[in-house]
């Protein structure tokens, strides 16, 4: 059970706490004299006695229990680690290290408050999602206090979001002309194209049970009822958050959220209300796609809100299902019999907004475009339509998703193609997207070996027996 226990911990967490440690620059002499150069890498499971100092960067140090921390990481994910050296960790650690010290030095800035205010969702995800307490949170990353956990944490964050910003400013202006990718194309070895897998085009027709003007009621009764309670008898606003909100990410943290006028977050209806309060001010019920809420704004500090919301989502009746799951099921029956078409029936019924009008045609999130590679496609969508046939109807399936509690669909593959070599008309999209990676990753390459010319780099001991991609070593 500890065994279990602690590796849901890691994997919650993993990409949180890569436990890099920063502090001022030192210099380093060597006192370790240079390995011959058989000797290139290191192993991962050589025992190293003491937590020794083996770079700098800049402003940043890196030690070398911060390449075992990767390890544990990596293994938490499920990464096999046997092929993985030290040398190369440490490799991606001096790169990491390197983006967020310029980053600084171009005078990019991060948001303290937003940087604080993600910590707090992460620690609220891994707390629901694993039903775990703060004690073995803090066990299990050998940390005394909530406080130094969430020190080190906001260390973490503020360096990763520093060095994804340096990354994102380098390639921010750098795109590709259609010549641009037919070159890319053409300089690949025929032998050498990319080979695409199998594709599918997948359509969906969804109907959500109806909420009835009854319910709604009741929740904004209810909503009223405790606006006054707070008013008129002092009750608290973050009690009742607790107590009774259906948004369960910020419950814990009675209804807080921190929102920026230059940042769109939350829906436009929230934050058009937030915006319009004055601090201390409840706002009346008002209905976003997620239900009823009201805010309370607590403070304003220039373009950042302080706001404390409850939600309170209509239940949905029994009738309500029962009439949709019929709909539903009439549906497709007529789709069956060829009296409509799929794409015909999405459009005239279906009540998933974003798909409707395509006929109900999925968008792939990860390319934006109607394919999706089988290898890489969502596994439970992927159980949904696995045994399809073209153009052949799923069973009605009961779902959910963040807005809905339940909602019934059905689906169809509306395209197949069998994996194949890359083809430039065809596959253009994807050629395109492998080039201009291509283009960034060079611009990329360039960038660090003139940055690590320019800034302060010093390796210490065996690891300057490490065979690098680039010069940290800064030979001639």
């Not at 969702?121 to 703060?134: K, P, R, V, Y």
């Not at 201009?436 to 300057?464: A, P, S, V």
């Amino acid at each position: 059970m500890k065994f279990t226990t602690n590796t849901k911990l890691a994997l919650t967490l993993l990409t949180l706490l890569s436990f890099n440690i920063n502090s001022a620059q030192e210099v380093i002499e060597d006192k370790v004299e240079a390995k011959s150069k058989k000797d290139t890498t290191i192993n991962s499971n050589q025992r190293v006695k003491i937590d020794g100092v083996i770079g700098v960067v800049g402003d940043y140090v890196i030690l070398d229990s911060d390449i075992d921390k990767e390890f544990i990481q990596l293994k938490a994910r499920g990464v096999s680690t046997a092929d993985i050296t030290r040398c190369q960790l440490f490799g991606k650690l001096l790169e990491d290290k390197l983006y967020a010290h310029n980053a600084i030095q171009d005078s990019i800035t991060v948001n303290e408050l937003e940087i604080r205010s993600n910590i707090d969702q992460q620690i609220n995800a891994f707390l629901q999602e694993t039903n775990g307490s703060m004690d073995e949170l803090l066990k299990f990353y050998n940390k005394d206090t909530e406080q130094s956990l969430r020190e080190e944490m906001f260390e973490i964050n503020r360096d990763g979001k520093l060095a994804a910003d340096m990354q994102r400013k380098i390639v921010e202006d750098i795109e590709v002309t259609p010549e641009e990718v037919r070159e890319y194309f053409n300089s690949i070895p025929k032998d050498e194209r990319p080979i695409f897998g199998t594709e599918l085009k997948v359509a969906q027709i969804v109907i959500i049970p109806k909420v009835s003007e009854e319910e709604k009621k009741k929740v904004v009764d209810r909503l009223k009822s405790f606006k006054a309670d707070i008013i008129e008898n002092g009750a608290s606003f973050v009690s009742k958050a607790v107590l009774y909100s259906d948004d369960i990410a910020s419950r814990k943290d009675g209804g807080m959220y921190t929102l920026n006028r230059k940042r769109p977050q939350m829906v436009k209806e929230f934050r058009d209300v937030a915006f319009s309060l004055e601090e201390g001010e409840i706002s009346e019920p008002f209905e976003t796609d997620f239900g009823y809420h009201i805010i309370l704004l607590e403070k304003i500090r220039g373009q950042e809100y302080d706001v404390r919301h409850i939600l309170l989502r209509p239940e949905v009746t029994q009738a309500s299902i029962n009439e949709a799951k019929e709909k539903i099921n009439t549906i497709r029956q007529r789709v069956i019999d060829g009296e409509i078409t799929f794409s015909d029936a999405a459009r005239q019924f279906s009540d998933e907004k974003e798909t409707r009008n395509d006929g109900g045609q999925l968008i792939n999130p990860r390319t934006q475009d109607y394919s999706f590679e089988l290898t890489k496609m969502d596994p439970e969508l992927y159980s949904q339509i696995q045994n399809l046939k073209d153009n052949e109807l799923s069973l009605v399936l009961q779902d959910e998703d963040r807005i809905n509690r339940i909602k019934f669909k059905i689906l169809t593959v509306t395209d197949r193609i069998d994996e194949h070599e890359a083809n430039f008309a065809r596959d253009y999209l994807k050629i395109k997207n492998l080039a201009e990676q291509d283009k960034q990753f060079k611009e990329i390459e360039k960038w660090q070996n003139e940055k690590i010319k320019d800034t302060y780099i010093n390796i210490n001991g065996e690891y300057r027996d490490c065979v690098f991609n680039s010069n940290w070593l800064k030979k001639e």
